[in-house]
């Protein structure tokens, strides 16, 4: 039987299917076996309290939904006095995430999340409806840099870094966590979408613009971590439209360690546990025996690199 595991850094996840931050919360257990999955990953959270975004928060598309959740929660206190503890209940590796408006309380906030039932940190500094100057620092290489030392600085945990699909050189940027510290790349957040209703001419959300999900981005986000793949060291994990094993297999493929699921989850609770079990079918048949030896295994060698004909690569 094919070997599932993966390591990313210095975290061994028992197979490379993890639940992407925000669409997944332990209570899942009711529906789900939580002690199967690679990892556990918490919703992001910031330092207050936060009510979300206004409502209505969630609109279908014909390629998926638009959601701007505002990122709600009940603050850093709470979440390390309350939830962290119910996410220690399970064997899986525990990944926060966080996100604020400025480097000075990203930082403070990896120190403060340096509690020892988490075993990594992830800087969600990709939020698509957060400002570019005020959390959405992935959308600018130096910003990413100047983040990133700074939460280095003060943690000494794995930091996994989430980056935008909504910059333009998404290359640059990956380069830039790396260079700061990252311990590893999660690509990508949403990607920045709009909807207006035809009935009463209002855009659909009441935050007006929202993060597209939808298997649709597969392929937008499987270019993008093939082309950060070709150019950093550090492990990907790799996140958007994965609905199945083969998904996982192409993510893995272009350089992918592991990958993060919302959508499809979203869709069937019980999808995490499917894609686990058809990915070790899936090897088992090819008799791959460990999972390993599918990252970046894409057979391009005959084929030209980048071309600048190519959004994002760096120039
Ligand atoms: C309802 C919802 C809430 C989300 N909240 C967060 C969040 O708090 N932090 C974050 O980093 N990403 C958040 N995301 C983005 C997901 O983690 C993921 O990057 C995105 O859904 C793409 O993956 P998918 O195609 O498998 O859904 C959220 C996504 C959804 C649908």
Request: with cysteine; net charge negative; aromatic share 6%.
């Amino acid at each position: 039987m094919v070997d599932l595991s993966v390591k990313i850094g210095a975290i061994t996840l028992q197979n490379p299917v993890q639940p992407a931050s925000g669409a997944f919360s332990w209570e899942y257990n009711d529906v789900i076996d939580l002690n199967r999955l690679g990892a556990l990953v918490a919703k992001t959270i910031c330092r207050e309290p936060r009510l979300g975004n206004p409502t209505p928060r969630m609109a279908e598309t014909e390629a998926g939904i638009i959601q701007s959740i505002g990122l709600p929660g009940k603050g850093i206190d709470y979440f390390i006095e309350h939830i962290v503890p119910e996410y220690a209940k399970f064997k899986p590796p525990l990944v926060v995430s966080c996100s604020s408006e400025s480097i000075e309380d990203f930082a403070a906030l990896a120190e403060e999340l340096s509690v020892p039932d988490v075993d990594v940190i992830e800087a969600n500094i990709s939020c698509p409806t957060r400002n570019a100057t005020g959390g959405n620092f992935a959308m600018h290489e130096n910003y990413t840099r100047d983040c990133i030392t700074a939460m280095r600085a003060r943690t000494k945990k794995p930091l996994w870094v989430k980056l935008s699909p909504n910059a333009g050189d998404i290359v640059s940027i990956a380069k830039a966590a790396e260079d700061a510290g990252a311990d590893a790349l999660v690509i990508a957040n949403t990607f920045l979408s709009l909807k207006i209703r035809t009935d009463n001419f209002r855009p659909a959300l009441g935050n007006k613009f929202g993060g597209l999900v939808s298997p649709a981005l597969k392929p937008i986000v499987l270019r993008m971590v093939y082309q950060v793949a070709k150019q950093v060291k550090i492990p990907i994990i790799g996140i958007g439209g994965v609905t199945k094993a083969e998904d996982v297999v192409e993510y893995m493929l272009a350089g992918a360690s592991a990958v993060g699921i919302g959508y499809a989850g979203f869709r069937n609770p019980t999808a995490l546990i499917t894609i686990i079990d058809d990915l070790e079918a899936w090897c088992d048949e090819r008799g791959i025996k460990k999972v390993t030896e599918l990252i970046g295994a894409v057979k391009d060698q005959d084929m030209e690199t980048d071309t600048l004909a190519a959004a994002s690569v760096g120039i």
